[in-house]
């Protein structure tokens, strides 16, 4: 070799053992090298997948790697990934369907259809495909649920399960509204190649009803002004049906529906001092169903093994009742069912139309009601006993929105009770209203229990706020004669105008205590009136409000006949709002006052107190005074620091709380660690022309105000 060219050859020698030299030293670097996470980064990766983040969870990822497929079939979401991944060897059951599940809701998502557009069988199937595989993960691989009780890849797949079935349900039940055919009774339905069988016996559908108008995900509502949201988790969709046009909307048929009354008589053939009997069409119900019950659906999917639960394709559809299923037992498992409390009630109250009307309803304009209500906030259930929520003037159930949810989503207390909320026309006499309430809520028992021997029909709790707090005390008092007699006193009728007017007026002013009644919580409720009906506002308000056609034209003549003089005389009696009603110089107010409480109802207040300096007896809530809601003999008395929507605070939910906890334990709610009030008011109802309270003393107490707090401002409908 020359010398020129030596030089040249040791050159590529040595690039040749440099670059080999690399290689050989790349052996000696770390195969694996750590980097710090922070805590977020560590949960991400744990619990991050398809549902959470929009990318496969860690786990599935490294299924796939670990199976080679990254590079092949899973390059890109397919179905040939996912059968692919059932074909690799070595993988176990639990790894391979939990990360199937996973891959199968993933295909779904990406199949979904332009916004509107109908639901491909494509979509469905992948759907189903997935629930089949998170069930056939959580109840047919070597482990039980209970052994992966505290694993994270147990819950995401649980979630998938969860999720599929409600996306899925929601896309059958869009086709069975859409003109699908619909199967017979224990006739399978096909779709997408699966033959589907439904299974509604687990839950009642509200009368007249056969299917919902809509179902929607429970996990797809927020609402602005419930403080807290209820559900249990478990297995299953949680799901909202929607039965029916909105309350208000029914309410204004009813209003409708009475004034045919008026022109027409009374439906059921019955008859009328002023009309003949009416027959051919049945008197509007004094009750309806929650319109949007909650419902936990399941997908069931046949076969005694892992390799059956994979051939099958049928599937089997049930529907439940969260408020009387908690569990289910499947493949020798217990299993909680999942419920959501709080999606439904939120909805119907949304959709309601409450606030809008309730204003109508008082000064007589557009969509106003002119009779009373009761809705369900759930299926009847026989063995609970029944809460029934009364509100006040101007108001409707809106008033309650989170007493209700806070009292459906407290479990001992909704397993012993059922809520009933009374809607009624705020602008009628409290007289008539009285009268009102107890009729419809005569007519619902009568209806859901005729025979009375159910649980629900005894130890019935009332809660009223404000002129329903009042409402609420008359229905748990007697009367005898005393109010009937204070009408006549002033009047000299003779037999004949007395005949005229006792049907009339008898039911208003002769009542003995409501049967069934064990308990009384009345919140700021002005029992002697107010001066607020008095000032300038609130004359203003009673000269705006118009009571309805029909109860003017149904007293015309006992007005007539109690003044004894022609339609035009000046004696002739008005007939008063309910404003009226709420001073503390009304004859009603005024001789109502008094009237004694059963002694087998224990009654508690809870009263607001706006400004804590001012002496407790002279104290007011902004509407009522202390002394006009302050009830001798009462059980508890609880003091707030609040304005008049004090019942919405959660120190009024949490006294609320209380008493029907102590209630279930057999006590009667008495604050007994503190001392009971002196007497603060005994001189205060002569001084300003009331008589004194004479109710029969009870074990009583009183607590220190409480300041409501400041940092909370529920969206309720104002309300005396």
Not at 386 to 415: C, F, K, Q
Not at 554 to 564: K, R
């Amino acid at each position: 070799m020359s010398a020129a060219r030596l030089p040249r050859a040791m050159l590529l020698a040595l690039a040749m053992l440099l670059l080999g030299g690399c290689a050989v030293l790349n052996e000696f670097r770390p195969a694996v090298e750590a980097r710090p996470l922070s805590p977020g980064e560590y949960i991400a990766l744990k619990r991050g997948d398809i549902l959470t983040t929009g990318k496969l969870s860690a786990a599935t990822a490294q299924t796939i790697r670990v199976s080679g497929l990254e590079t092949g079939a899973c390059a890109e979401p397919s179905r040939g990934c996912i059968q692919a991944l059932g074909g690799v060897p070595g993988l176990s059951d639990e790894r391979r369907l939990s990360a199937q599940a996973e891959l199968w809701v993933q295909q779904a998502i990406l199949l979904a259809p332009a916004k509107g557009g109908p639901v491909p069988d494509v979509q469905i199937d992948a759907w189903l495909e997935a629930a089949r595989h998170a069930y056939a993960y959580l109840f047919f691989t070597g482990r039980a649920p209970g052994e992966r009780a505290f694993e994270d890849r147990q819950t995401q797949v649980r979630d998938y399960y969860n999720h599929a079935v409600q996306q899925g349900a929601i896309a059958l039940f869009q086709r069975s509204t859409g003109g699908a055919p619909a199967a017979g009774p224990g006739q399978a339905t096909r779709v997408a190649d699966w033959a589907i069988t439904t299974d509604l016996s687990g839950i009642r559908m509200p009368p007249g009803a056969d299917l919902p108008r809509e179902l929607l995900p429970a996990s797809s509502l927020e609402f602005a002004g419930l403080r807290s949201t209820y559900r249990r988790d478990g297995f299953g969709a949680e799901l909202v049906a929607v039965m029916r046009e909105a309350p208000a909307a029914v309410a204004a048929v009813q209003a409708l529906n009475a004034a045919e009354d008026a022109a027409t008589g009374p439906p059921d053939g019955s008859d009328d001092t002023r009309h003949g009997p009416r027959r051919g069409r049945p008197r509007v119900r004094a009750y309806s169903e929650m319109p949007s019950p909650s419902l936990t659906v399941l997908f069931h999917f046949a076969g005694a093994g892992l390799a059956d639960i994979l051939a099958t394709r049928e599937v089997h559809v049930s529907a439940h009742d969260p408020y009387r299923e908690s569990e289910i037992a499947l493949h020798g498992q217990d299993v909680p069912l999942a419920a959501n409390y709080t999606a439904g009630y939120g909805l119907w109250l949304a959709r309601s139309g409450f606030a809008r009307q309730s204003l109508q309803t008082l000064f007589g304009r557009g969509q106003a009601i002119n009779r009373a209500h009761v809705y369900l906030m759930q299926p009847y259930d026989p063995d609970r006993r029944i809460i029934v929520m009364v509100h006040g003037l101007a108001s409707s159930p809106e008033a309650w929105v989170n007493v209700a949810n806070e009292i459906l989503g407290d479990e001992t207390l909704r397993r012993s009770f059922q809520v009933w909320q009374v809607y009624y026309p705020t602008n009628l006499p409290i007289a008539y209203n009285h009268a009102a309430l107890r009729r419809v809520l005569g007519e619902t028992l009568q209806s859901l229990d005729p025979t009375g021997s159910a649980r629900a029909s005894r130890d019935i709790v009332l809660v009223g706020h404000s002129m329903g707090g009042v409402l609420s005390r008359l229905l748990v008092s007697s009367s005898g004669d005393r109010l009937w007699d204070e009408m006549l006193a002033s009047r000299k009728l003779d037999d004949g105008r007395l005949e005229r007017v006792r049907g009339r007026l008898e039911p208003m002013l002769r009542f003995e205590p409501f049967p069934g009644v064990e308990r009384a919580i009345l919140i700021a409720a002005p029992h002697r009136g107010t001066d607020a009906a008095n000032n300038r506002l609130g004359r203003l308000i009673s000269r705006l409000i118009r009571l309805p056609l029909t109860v003017l034209e149904s007293f015309d003549d006992v007005l007539q006949a109690l003044a004894g003089a022609e339609p035009d005389a000046p004696n002739r009696p008005k007939v008063p709002n309910s404003i009226d009603n709420l001073s503390r110089e009304d004859p009603f107010i005024r001789a109502s006052a008094d009237l004694p409480i059963s002694p087998r109802v224990r009654y508690h207040t809870i009263i607001a107190r706006r400004d804590p300096a001012v002496p407790l007896e002279v104290s007011d809530d902004g509407l009522v005074p202390y002394c006009s809601a302050h009830l001798a003999g009462a059980v508890s008395e609880k003091v707030i620091e609040s304005f008049h929507s004090v019942q919405e605070t959660p120190e009024a939910i949490l006294e609320i709380r209380r008493i029907l906890h102590a209630d279930l334990q057999g006590g009667d709610g008495a604050l007994a660690e503190l001392a009971p009030p002196t007497g603060v008011c005994a001189a205060r109802p002569e001084a300003r022309g009331h008589p004194a309270p004479s109710f029969p003393r009870k074990r009583e107490a009183t607590s220190p105000v409480i300041p409501a707090n400041a940092g909370i401002h529920p969206r309720v409908t104002p309300g005396w």
